[in-house]
């Protein structure tokens, strides 16, 4: 969708949310959202506005590190399995111990809203980052309320993680603020700058939208290529979650200085 300037009649209760993008009347800042049925929710019925659409931001691994890619399961509540591929930031100094620079935390087995958010949380994940285990719940590592056997499960497959051998050992990531300001996680492998394997965290997403740009359907489109990628010209947006997958494209550029 894009907006011109001119008077808008704003409605109050649309549906269908869809954040991203700021608008300013005149010189006054006021945030509104965009919904993709083309409605707006501001304060104001009528303003005068323009619009920029923000970026973005990317944060980017330092030049030397290195990384490698780990997976472990484990069996959550009714049998349903757990996965968890675990980015490891390899040691730079002797002496010292691999610590995780990202998780990809697959619970779509288990019980909705209660169980699944194990993957959605951001402060249930990022307690794990920057550390090396193993993890025991209850001490170094807080359950999530209403979920404690997923949350048990997690940890399992996080400790059989580290302690298997690498599945990709060329491996790189980004952490980017999305437009809604939540983080989404991505991870590439390449051989000579061609993308091998695409991991994508999009769990802080809205559920059937931007969450989709985690699924094969979308990631496979940079299998086998090479940086830079424009949405819509070699890459299709997911359905309905334009944003999302316009900062997975971001992030993906970025990995590669475009």
């Given at each position: 969708?894009?907006?011109?300037?001119?008077?808008?009649s704003?409605?109050?209760?649309?549906?269908n949310l869809?954040?991203?993008y700021?608008l300013?009347p005149?010189?006054?800042?006021i945030?509104?959202?965009?919904?993709n049925?083309g409605?707006?929710d501001?304060?104001?019925?009528?303003?005068?506005?323009?619009y920029?659409q923000?970026?973005a931001e990317?944060s980017?691994p330092?030049?030397n590190?290195k990384?490698s890619?780990h997976?472990?399961?484990?069996?959550?509540?009714?049998?349903g399995e757990?996965?968890?591929?675990?980015i490891?930031r390899?040691?730079?100094?002797?002496?010292?111990?691999?610590t995780?620079?990202w998780l990809f935390?697959d619970?779509s087995?288990?019980t909705?809203?209660?169980?699944?958010k194990c993957?959605?949380n951001g402060?249930f994940?990022?307690q794990?980052?920057?550390k090396s285990?193993?993890?025991?719940?209850?001490?170094?590592?807080d359950?999530?309320t209403?979920a404690t056997?997923t949350?048990t499960?997690?940890v399992?497959a996080i400790n059989?993680a580290l302690s298997?051998?690498?599945?990709?050992?060329?491996a790189t990531?980004?952490?980017?603020?999305?437009?809604?300001?939540?983080?989404?996680g991505?991870?590439?492998?390449?051989e000579?700058?061609?993308?091998t394997s695409?991991m994508?965290d999009a769990?802080?997403?809205?559920?059937?939208?931007g969450?989709e740009?985690?699924?094969?359907a979308?990631?496979?489109?940079?299998?086998?290529?090479k940086?830079?990628?424009?949405?819509n010209?070699n890459?299709?947006?997911v359905t309905s979650?334009?944003?999302t997958s316009?900062?997975?494209?971001d992030?993906?550029?970025?990995?590669y200085?475009?």
């Open positions: 969708m894009t907006l011109s300037s001119g008077t808008y704003i409605r109050p209760t649309p549906t869809q954040p991203g700021q300013k005149n010189n006054t800042e945030t509104i959202t965009v919904y049925d409605t707006l501001t304060d104001s019925e009528n303003i005068v506005f323009y920029e923000k970026t990317a980017t330092e030049e590190e990384f890619v997976f472990g399961t484990a069996v959550g509540f009714d049998g757990v996965t968890a591929r675990v490891l390899q040691p730079i100094m002797q002496g010292e111990k691999d995780i620079a935390i619970a087995t288990q909705p809203g209660m169980g699944t993957a959605e402060d994940k990022w794990f980052l920057d285990g193993p993890f025991i719940l209850g001490e170094n590592a359950a999530l209403g056997v949350s499960a997690v399992e059989a298997a051998p690498a599945i990709a050992e060329n990531w980004v952490s980017v603020q999305a437009f809604d300001g939540e983080y989404i991505v991870g590439v492998t390449d000579n700058g061609v993308i695409l994508i769990s802080s997403q809205t559920p059937g939208l969450q740009c985690a699924n094969a979308f990631t496979s489109q940079f299998i086998g290529k940086a830079p990628f424009v949405l010209e890459i299709d947006a979650a334009t944003t316009q900062a997975v494209v992030a993906v550029n970025s990995i200085g475009y």
